[in-house]
């Protein structure tokens, strides 16, 4: 019998700097949102049309330290992750809220003051820019792809 699987991957821009805070049992965690971009041609009217997503991402542990220390508005990332939805009651209103926990994130981009094309996988400062990511995907046309 097959297991379940959830998995999300995305790769966009950080809409704000990661807030970082911590557990009452001093767990460190970090949150932000990530927008994506979609283009594609309105097969009606042949127009060119865009849409934006936008996903919080919560990164826990030395993870989720990493975004804060290295990661800042504006930055591109590539965030792997699984889906979760958590539920809450404010002034008697339900609420609930779908966030990527992030599992793996990959800095795509340098960040304010930073030379060259950006940091290594895994958050870690790299000297080797074989261990830089460069990601294709604005060039490609969704409609295109034959599934």
Request: charged share 25%; proline share 5%.
């Amino acid at each position: 019998m097959a297991k379940d699987f959830n998995q999300a991957i995305i790769m966009g821009n950080l809409t704000r700097d990661p807030e970082l805070r911590q557990t009452p049992g001093g767990q460190s965690v970090a949150s932000f949102a990530v927008a994506t971009n979609r283009s594609w041609q309105d097969p009606q009217s042949g127009d060119r049309k865009d849409s934006v997503e936008y996903h919080d991402v919560v990164a826990w542990g030395k993870l989720g330290e990493l975004c804060s220390n290295y990661l800042s508005k504006g930055r591109k990332v590539l965030v792997v992750g699984r889906l979760q939805t958590r539920s809450w009651e404010a002034d008697g209103v339900k609420k609930q809220r779908t966030e990527i926990v992030a599992t793996d994130i990959n800095f795509l981009s340098a960040g304010p003051g930073e030379g060259g094309p950006g940091q290594g996988e895994g958050g870690k400062k790299s000297g080797n820019t074989a261990d830089i990511q460069e990601m294709p995907g604005d060039d490609i046309n969704l409609d295109d792809i034959p599934f």
